[in-house]
């Protein structure tokens, strides 16, 4: 028998950096993944003559380009900031905030065509031991600021979500019949991945971000866009392992990811076999639904486990995170991108 790790991916909250604060910086500090995203700029506006009091979202679904409007009758006392990219007011007597955008996922019910964010930049940030996250690594990011650069002008709003590894498990049957007598792993993976008693470590990261990148290939990634053998990689196939797994899902997250290799959706199910691994099934890196046609793959469990996931991801209801009391202040870091 062979060993599968699967990990369990959740995104933290999608919004722009220019908007960010201290409470979101605080909510990220577990987090060493993030994506970089985009999608077609949404704005928000008073209702005007006809409803003073409402909150208009106006944006534009994602291929066809046409224009969705959503009228908010619920959010009293509202303000509107920042040429029309924030908002505020109370709703049943709490005080909420938000982007434009999060306003139009929440009204559409997470439709598609309006949770929809094209990956732009998949990456890492861990450090020595852990001291580095999503948050930190956001502050001073280059790839983040030519993200904005390049899409500013264009009518498209950028963003930034930090991932957290919420849980890593193993399993020691993949469904090969033969036993090579490689169970030395069962020890080393409780050692290599938690040590410490951290929700991850510097390995997972390091094999995460490479999945991920692999699985999405972003446009605006030029390392790691092929799964194929790294340090990383190596280190598991030594102890006996030959299948990962990942589940990327929030159940109440907006964002629906994707690119122009994978469909936008709320959920994603990535599987990889390590490359060179003992009794290698010629499988490499892609969706579960990839090997269905394989029988000796693991996608009789874990692919319907996987199936009931999207199902609940799309049925359970939307969820807006507030951070903070109030707006947050216009980052200076991007005061640019008004």
Request: hydrophobic share 40%; proline share 4%; net charge neutral.
């Amino acid at each position: 028998m062979t060993g599968m790790v699967t990990f369990q991916l959740s995104p933290l909250h999608t919004y722009q950096r220019r908007l960010g604060n201290e409470e979101i910086d605080r909510a990220s500090s577990d987090a060493h993944l993030y994506v970089i995203s985009r999608r077609r700029r949404t704005v928000v506006s008073k209702g005007g003559a006809f409803s003073p009091s409402a909150l208009i979202a106006q944006t534009h679904a994602g291929a066809s380009g046409r224009e969705l409007k959503f009228i908010v009758n619920d959010i009293r006392d509202a303000e509107v900031f920042d040429n029309g990219s924030y908002w505020s007011g109370y709703y049943r007597g709490a005080r909420v905030h938000g982007e434009a955008w999060h306003l139009a996922a929440m009204a559409s019910h997470r439709k598609i065509e309006v949770s929809a964010q094209e990956v732009l930049y998949v990456g890492q940030a861990f450090g020595t031991e852990g001291s580095r996250n999503a948050s930190i690594r956001a502050k001073s990011h280059s790839m983040l600021i030519r993200a904005y650069e390049e899409n500013y002008a264009s009518d498209w709003d950028v963003f930034f979500t930090p991932i957290v590894v919420e849980q890593t498990s193993v399993s020691n049957d993949d469904h090969i019949t033969l036993d090579d007598g490689n169970w030395k792993w069962v020890d080393e993976f409780c050692e290599l991945f938690s040590p410490d008693g951290r929700r991850t470590n510097g390995l997972s990261v390091d094999i995460l971000e490479h999945m991920l990148i692999a699985y999405f290939e972003p446009t605006m990634n030029t390392k790691l866009l092929k799964w194929t053998a790294t340090k990383a990689n190596r280190t598991l196939k030594e102890l006996g392992l030959r299948l990962l797994s990942v589940q990327f899902y929030s159940l109440h997250e907006l964002s629906a990811f994707f690119s122009k290799k994978r469909h936008p959706s709320l959920s994603h199910a990535i599987a990889a076999e390590i490359p060179g691994s003992i009794h290698g099934g010629g499988f490499t890196l892609g969706e579960y639904s990839d090997l269905q046609t394989r029988p000796q793959s693991f996608t009789n469990i874990v692919g319907k486990s996987m199936n009931s996931i999207a199902e609940m991801a799309s049925n359970s209801p939307a969820i807006l995170r507030i951070f903070g009391e109030a707006r947050p202040p216009l980052n200076p870091d991007f005061s640019a991108w008004r």
